[in-house]
C-alpha cells in the first residue's frame, strides 16, 4: 500500500516518557513531510497544548494539522483555522463540576490560553498544565465563570478512584458525552460521537486521501478509535494490552527508543 497520511498521538507516542520528542524522531518525522506525507497529531490536548509539539515537527511550513481534545477540535496548523468543531452541551461543564466536588475529584476545563478548574488543584492538574504548558487558574465561581463553548473537561484523580468512578459518569452522562482514559489519572469528557476516529473521517474527505491510504499510532485507550479505523493500525510497544490486541502492527520500539521511527522505515 501507497501511505499518504501519518496520524500520532503525542504522549506515549511521540513523546518519551520525559515527555520530549527525540531528535532520531524528529528528523524522521521532518523528513517524510519533505518527502510529500501529511503528517497528523491527534490528541486528548487542548490545542495550546500541542503547539510546542507541532512547532517542533515543523508543522507551519508543511501544512499539517492537529486533532485536538481527542476530534473536537482540528486546526489547519498552518493558517490556525479551525476546520471542524463540536462542543458540549452548555450545562455539561458545571454539572460535571458539581459531581466532582461530590466525589472528591479533580476536573478542569480549557479556554485558549488556560486551564481552569473550581475543584481543589491536585498533583494531576498541575500535570496536565505542565504537559499542556498553560496556566491553571481556580475560580470559585467556576459556574458563573465557564459562560463560555466548551470543546472538552478533565477529570483528574488516583487511577483507581478514577476507574471505580467511571461507570457512574458513563451511565450519567451517556446521552451526551463520549468519555475516555487517556492516562490513569485522566478521564476525559467530550461531545457525543467525538473520537479520533469520527474525526479523521472529516480530515480525510478534507484531504482527498482514502482511509486505506493512512497509519495511524498510538499507545493508549482513547488511541482505539483511530487504530481500528486506520488502513494500518500501529500500536507502540509501551501501548496498552487493549490497544495492542486490535492493531496490525505492534512495533519492536517504544517511545523512549524511537518506535515512530521504526514505524516510518517499514511503511514510509
Aim: charged share 25%; net charge negative; hydrophobic share 40%.
Amino acid at each position: 500500500m501507497n501511505y499518504k497520511l501519518l496520524v500520532l498521538d503525542i504522549d506515549g507516542t511521540v513523546t518519551n516518557s520525559d515527555k520530549k520528542v527525540l531528535k532520531q524522531t524528529r528528523d524522521a518525522i521532518i523528513q517524510i513531510q519533505e518527502n510529500g506525507i501529511r503528517v497528523v497529531i491527534a490528541s486528548g490536548r487542548p490545542p495550546r497544548g500541542v503547539f510546542s509539539i507541532a512547532e517542533k515537527l515543523d508543522f507551519g511550513r508543511f501544512g499539517s494539522y492537529i486533532l485536538a481534545f481527542n476530534g473536537a477540535r482540528i486546526i489547519d496548523f498552518r493558517t490556525g483555522a479551525c476546520v471542524y468543531e463540536k462542543k458540549l452541551p452548555a450545562y455539561i461543564p458545571v454539572r460535571l463540576w458539581k459531581d466532582a466536588l461530590k466525589k472528591k475529584l479533580g476536573m478542569v476545563t480549557y479556554t485558549d490560553e488556560v486551564i481552569v478548574t473550581g475543584t481543589d488543584t491536585d498533583p494531576y492538574m498541575t500535570q496536565e498544565s505542565e504537559i499542556c504548558r498553560m496556566p491553571l487558574e481556580y475560580h470559585e465561581d467556576f459556574s458563573e465563570f465557564v459562560d463560555f463553548p466548551v470543546n472538552g473537561c478533565l477529570l483528574t484523580g488516583e487511577g483507581q478512584k478514577l476507574e471505580v468512578l467511571e461507570p457512574f459518569f458513563e451511565r450519567k452522562y451517556f446521552h451526551e458525552t463520549q468519555i475516555y482514559h487517556s492516562e490513569p489519572c485522566f478521564l476525559e469528557i467530550v461531545p457525543k460521537n467525538v473520537n479520533k476516529a469520527y474525526s479523521l473521517k472529516h480530515l480525510l474527505n478534507i484531504l482527498g486521501i482514502k482511509r486505506e491510504e493512512m497509519v495511524c499510532c498510538g499507545d493508549s485507550f482513547n488511541d482505539i478509535s483511530m487504530i481500528q479505523f486506520a488502513g494500518m493500525g500501529v500500536a507502540m510497544a509501551n501501548a496498552q494490552e487493549k490497544l495492542k490486541n486490535v492493531a496490525d502492527y505492534v512495533t519492536e520500539q517504544d517511545n523512549n527508543h524511537n518506535g515512530i521511527v521504526e514505524v516510518i522505515e517499514r511503511f514510509f
